[in-house]
């Protein structure tokens, strides 16, 4: 059964870092196209960024260059690098992951997902 576990949300000033964690456990992810996600009150879910099973990322543009995802096919654990944070970053963060075949993230809703982690980023 894939299981995804996020970690590292916080509370942190604006211009901060953060580094989200994701554990991918049931399954060998790196066979997997794999992402992040984010959800703000009262706004919708976004795609913020995915890696593929190429190795490919895609951002979306309100984190280009802020934000980095990576992965360690070693510990099976999925990185978000946080960069520069904003107050408008501040919200619920999920990792998601989809088998193949398949492509970026950003353009379709991933089959399994993690049960989230916050960021608040205050000014």
């Known amino acids: 059964q894939v299981q995804l576990v996020e970690s590292g949300g916080g509370s942190v000033q604006s211009g901060g870092s953060l580094r989200l964690s994701c554990g991918a456990y049931?399954?060998?992810?790196?066979?997997?196209?794999m992402g992040w996600f984010r959800q703000a009150p009262g706004k919708e879910r976004e795609g913020v960024a995915s890696?593929?099973?190429?190795?490919?990322?895609t951002y979306a543009d309100s984190v280009k260059g802020r934000f980095t995802i990576s992965q360690d096919s070693r510990e099976t654990t999925l990185y978000l690098q946080m960069n520069s944070l904003r107050p408008e970053d501040t919200a619920m963060y999920y990792c998601?992951?989809?088998?193949?075949?398949?492509?970026?993230?950003?353009?379709?809703?991933?089959?399994?997902w993690g049960q989230g982690t916050q960021v608040t980023v205050s000014s």
């Open positions: 890696i593929d099973t190429y190795g490919a990322t």
């Open positions: 049931g399954y060998s992810y790196i066979w997997y196209c």
């Open positions: 998601a992951a989809e088998p193949p075949p398949c492509s970026s993230l950003l353009n379709y809703t991933p089959r399994y």
